[in-house]
């Protein structure tokens, strides 16, 4: 069972308007639970920190669908869901709408996004310097409440759910 309990987050327009559509066309919770328990698996291998001392993983989206497929379960579902993991963060529309992902797969990585986006805000909290309601946390959040609207309502099908 997923928790709808949602009053301690900022959430974004569409979540409020869609919020039953994108709950009815979730993938199972098993799906999710795995997706999130092995999206970062790859991180300590790709680890690179550049000459600013500013840390990055590269691909790490691929090399840990690759990964999970290899070492973990092949099930191509979760590793296409851990594949995508970045696109709401960092793919503009048109290219979300390349990669063709059904509804289900939409939704799935639309919501996943939006609880990333609060639990690194959050875990800002705990360090001295930042805030939740950073200026990072505030652009990302502009970012995805404008796409996620856009994507939901170009999703074949979604609206007529």
Known sequence: MLSKDTDTFKLPDWYSTYKTQIYANLHDFKTIKHYNLWHDLSKPWVRTVDENNK??????????????????????T??????????????????????????QDTCTLLITALAE????AIANVFHPILKIESDS??????????????ILENLDGFCNV
């Open 55 to 76: 840390v990055h993983y590269p691909d790490h989206a691929n090399k840990s669908a690759d990964m999970f497929l290899e070492h973990i379960r092949n099930d191509e």
């Open 78 to 103: 979760i590793a296409r869901l851990i594949r995508n993991d970045m696109a709401f963060h960092t793919l503009k529309f048109e290219e979300i709408l390349d990669l063709k992902l059904s509804i």
């Open 117 to 120: 986006l609060h639990s690194n």
């Open 137 to 150: 946390f505030k652009i990302k959040f502009k970012r995805i409440n404008k796409l996620g609207f856009k």
